[in-house]
Nanobody, 123 residues
Framework: QLQLVESGGGLVQPGGSLRLSCAAS????????VGWFRHAPGKEREGVSC????????NYADSVKGRFTISRDNAKKMVYLQMNSLTPEDTAVYYC????????????????WGQGTQVTVSS
């Protein structure tokens, strides 16, 4: 059974950092592109970042460029999102998603989703 599980969320002060992890099980992650998305109350779900199956291609939303870094370790079946210089506007539930195909920033292109992890940026 294909499963994605996010972890690493929590409460952090503005300017702080968090590293989110996405653990895959039940399938070979090597062939899947992975995206990170977030959903804040009252806002639409937003594509944050994505990474190709090999890790050679990445993309970021303008709102997080220069602050967030996506990476993956296929041997460990893990994808990470390093988030630095966090602001209250980054508060949301963060989801990872996987697709057997091209990495995109569009949620509807992804087949498999994790349950999400809450990130709260507040003083």
């Amino acid at each position: 059974q294909l499963q994605l599980v996010e972890s690493g969320g929590g409460l952090v002060q503005p300017g702080g950092s968090l590293r989110l992890s996405c653990a895959a099980s039940g399938f070979t992650l090597d062939y899947y592109a992975v995206g990170w998305f977030r959903h804040a109350p009252g806002k639409e779900r937003e594509g944050v970042s994505c990474i190709s199956s090999s890790g050679g291609g990445t993309n970021y939303a303008d709102s997080v460029k220069g602050r967030f870094t996506i990476s993956r370790d296929n041997a460990k079946k893990m994808v990470y999102l390093q988030m630095n210089s966090l602001t209250p506007e980054d508060t949301a539930v963060y989801y990872c998603a996987a697709v057997l195909g091209i990495a995109t920033m569009y949620a509807h292109t992804y087949n498999y989703w994790g349950q999400g992890t809450q990130v709260t940026v507040s003083s």
